[in-house]
């Protein structure tokens, strides 16, 4: 909560400052498009739980409501819908506890961390964004304006899932040789990671703009930039170390005054 509160402060204190200061110019606008994101895993050698995960896409869509400072400097706050995630397709690792009934042994053979089989993953994460980021202006004329920015967002979890598809034998050795049964085991399935998982994400955002005005008050925009989350996705940190991140493309419409 307490998390919450200063972001929303920093949010409210900006505005504040926008709407006291000399500059007379406000813009919002809607824009849509898709996201690449990632999970890194941070340290974390290869071959780990939370290791190994590649780029998916999603959609990204929000508002923004922009301000001017000066010709060139202004704050930028947003409110966004972003989905974020990463698939680990082939080698798995799965963690043993509470699933020793599962594992033929031998009497007196311990069961081991963890087991080994190949099916694909697929992590699933829906957030809600705020970012508030200073934007200045890198080039600008009567129709075109390019433009910097970067900042701080603060997220909130809607829904986390993991996707798991395919079917393998299961294995006592990350080399696949010593099986724990010859039947192949279906993984498919749908499993709800919320709980598991920190509702709330806060981080960097930044990126650049290329807007063009078409009638005197209405301009298009085309943005690219980039997020990287700060807060560790999982609660238990014994089950991974993994950030968000993600290259955010969209294009947009803003009406300015």
Request: glycine fraction near 12%; aromatic fraction near 14%.
């Given at each position: ?9 920093i ?20 824009k ?34 922009q ?16 989905e ?35 099916f ?57 040789t ?17 709980n ?11 990126g ?24 560790r ?6 089950f ?5 991140g ?12």
């Amino acid at each position: 909560m307490k998390k919450y509160c200063l972001l929303a402060a920093i949010c409210l204190l900006g505005l504040h400052f926008a709407a006291f200061s000399q500059a007379k110019t406000w813009r919002i606008g809607a824009k849509g498009g898709f996201t690449i994101p990632n999970l890194e895993a941070i340290g974390e050698p290869d071959g780990t739980l939370s290791s190994g995960y590649s780029s998916i896409r999603g959609t990204f869509a929000g508002i923004k409501v922009q301000y001017q400072f000066t010709s060139r400097l202004g704050i930028i706050t947003e409110f966004n819908y972003a989905e974020l995630g990463g698939k680990k397709e082939g080698d798995q690792k799965i963690k043993t506890t509470g699933l020793g009934s599962l594992f033929p042994l031998p009497p007196g053979v311990p069961l081991p961390t963890y087991v080994y089989a190949q099916f694909n993953n697929y992590v699933n994460l829906n957030y809600l964004e705020l970012p508030v980021m200073l934007q200045y202006h890198l080039w600008w004329n009567k129709k075109w304006r390019l433009t910097a920015y970067g900042g701080l967002f603060a997220g909130h979890m809607l829904q986390g899932k993991n996707i798991a598809e395919g079917r393998s034998k299961i294995y006592y050795d990350a080399a696949y040789t010593q099986p724990v049964i010859n039947n192949d085991i279906i993984f498919d399935s749908n499993t709800d990671l919320k709980n598991d998982l920190n509702s709330f994400n806060w981080g960097l955002q930044g990126g650049g703009s290329l807007s063009y005005s078409f009638l005197p008050n209405w301009e298009v925009e085309f943005s690219g930039g980039g997020s990287y989350g700060l807060q560790r996705l999982q609660k238990d940190a014994t089950f991974g170390n993994n950030r968000t991140g993600a290259l955010m493309l969209t294009l947009g419409v803003q009406y300015k005054w």
